[in-house]
């Protein structure tokens, strides 16, 4: 939703603008930008097609934007064409690769940070390194992102610069049912209590922690957990194995246009991951107001701050995920309280206030 809304606003603001994505469709209506697709295909494949087409594109570009985080290869597109590029980075992709291949044994992206691993991981790195030091800017999510250049891979830090993602979602007054409505509409039984995940289903995002903390909820506890991912049968046969079947429903991916209902419908909302770079469901949970417990990791702290709009658990750490979780289902007072703080906290993460600075620091790279 993110390069829509922005490029929308771009061209808003009298700019030209063309987005390269990957994607099924071989034509795409009702966006006011062209788009020029990438088919599904092998990952080599997939790239070398968007390596040629942002070649292809950049000849009469003023600035790339990049939304990918493995971006050698659209990064040195631009640089062939001798146009500056900007990185929104959302993760520090080189700990991405590694996990999801297993080449660290697990480690999250804080101790990965300055610890040596295999050849594999130090290629991986040094070709991020280099394509970071291609770019004109890099633009960064969180400040527990921005960080990350600056002390872990030597980039300047004037070159790094902080624009907060920008919620641009339903807002509370867009989703006029009340908690039982929302129940009704998607089938849920009026007499459970739910607490919903939103996730991809990876590793990290910790979905097995969530349910043995279900464990020791009350029976009329419930989970729904709305996404898929390679962790999607594991986590499935851990809640078999946990007596869970009948309270942990796995509702694969859902249409985004039903998610604000599944957040109105539900007592708690739970991000239990090790990693996240700004959440973009953290910001509409809290646009929308559902009590929120996560993990107090990387980009989350920026958006909850424990005891004040939500609470902050350790990661990996079942009982303490419960003890938050139980907390806020006895006392409803203190969810409601949760839920204004946050709504007034949103004013950090609006597209009137990030999409400017964007603008802004495009222009200024452009002209440069």
Known sequence: MYVPSIGQYLIDRGHQVRVVAFCSQEHHTGYPFEVVPIPFASLPVRYLRAFFAVLREAKNADVVYVQEHLALLHV????????PAVIRIMVDGSWEIAH?????GGDDINVYQGKKYGLRVALTRRLQRLWWGWCSKLISCSDFLRRIPIESYGVPSDKVKLIYNAYHGPSADDVPETPAQAREKLGLAPDKRYVLTVCRLMVWKGV??????????????EL??????????????LAAELGLEGRAHFLGN?????????????????????????SHTLLEVAALGTPIVCTGVCGNPEVVADGENGFLVPPKDPERLREAISRLLADPDLGRRFVAESRARMSRFTREGTFPEVERLLASVARS
């Open 76 to 83: 040195l597109a631009a640089k062939l064409r001798g146009v």
């Open 208 to 221: 097995d922690g969530i349910l043995r903390a279900l464990q020791g909820l009350p029976d009329d506890v």
């Open 100 to 104: 999801r291949k297993g080449w660290i």
């Open 254 to 278: 859902v249409p985004h246009e039903r998610i604000p209902l599944y957040i109105r419908a539900s007592e708690t909302f739970v991000l239990n991951s090790e990693y996240e770079g700004l």
């Open 224 to 237: 729904l957990v709305a996404g898929d991912g390679d962790m999607l049968e594991p986590w499935k046969a």
